[in-house]
Structures are given as structure tokens and as C-alpha cells.
């Protein structure tokens, strides 16, 4: 499985941004979706996550009313549209797939198998 995370950049504070994930290797569409962001001297923290059909979503309290997670099957990709965007919301973004086919999507780190890359967000004040 490759997941590849893309659409992170340099905004201003209350801008917006939509990070993108393409996932290739096996059933996109059996498989929750979460993304994660860790900012520099901080540890990985939750941010969203959403079920192998899209109709379930999570969200970190700081993501909820600003971010939304969407996934589209048909294109093997999930998307993380942030607006309102803040400074502390500075931080490389990783999405991650679930290990097992099937489930709502977890807020835990260790219950995701495999992890993009990551992509770089970085919001000015």
C-alpha cells in the first residue's frame, strides 16, 4: 500500500486549504481513512477520521466546525478540507490507512497500518 499526501502549503491565518490522499495497493474502499498532524517538538495528534463507506466521520475537537473528511472511492482518495485555518494549526499532515477492512474510522494512531509521507501546512498570523 502507498498513500500519498499532497496539497499542503503556506496560508494565511483564516485562509483555507484541501489536502488531498491517494491510496494505491489494494481495496481503497474497505478501508477507514484518518489524518493525523504533528507539529515540530510536539507529538502525532488525531485530527480526523472517516469509515470505509464515508458515512461516519470523527473529528479532534480542534478540527470540528473548521475541517471536513471526504473520501471518493471511485478515484482511490480521501481529502481533508480545512478552512479557518490557524496558526496552531501548523503542522505536517499525515493521512493513514486502517488494518483491518470494515471499521469506523479510529482515533488512535495504532490502529492504522500504513502512513503517506506527510505533507507540510504552514499557517502565518
Known amino acids: 500500500v502507498q498513500l500519498q499526501a499532497s496539497g499542503g502549503g503556506l496560508v494565511q491565518a483564516g485562509g483555507s486549504l484541501r489536502l488531498s490522499c491517494a491510496a494505491s495497493?489494494?481495496?481503497?474502499?474497505?478501508?477507514?481513512m484518518g489524518w493525523f498532524r504533528q507539529a515540530p517538538g510536539k507529538e502525532r495528534e488525531f485530527v480526523a477520521a472517516?469509515?470505509?463507506?464515508?458515512?461516519?466521520?470523527r473529528y479532534a475537537d480542534s478540527a470540528k466546525g473548521r475541517f471536513t473528511i471526504s473520501r471518493d472511492n471511485a478515484k482511490n482518495t480521501v481529502y481533508l478540507q480545512m478552512n479557518s485555518l490557524k496558526p496552531e494549526d501548523t503542522a505536517v499532515y499525515y493521512c493513514?490507512?486502517?488494518?483491518?477492512?470494515?471499521?469506523?474510522?479510529?482515533?488512535?494512531?495504532?490502529?492504522?497500518?500504513?502512513w503517506g509521507r506527510g505533507t507540510q501546512v504552514t499557517v502565518s498570523s
Open positions: 493513514a490507512q486502517d488494518g483491518q477492512p470494515y471499521r469506523l474510522g479510529f482515533t488512535v494512531g495504532h490502529a492504522y497500518e500504513y
Open positions: 472517516i469509515n470505509w463507506s464515508g458515512s461516519s466521520t
Open positions: 495497493g489494494r481495496a481503497f474502499s474497505s478501508y477507514a
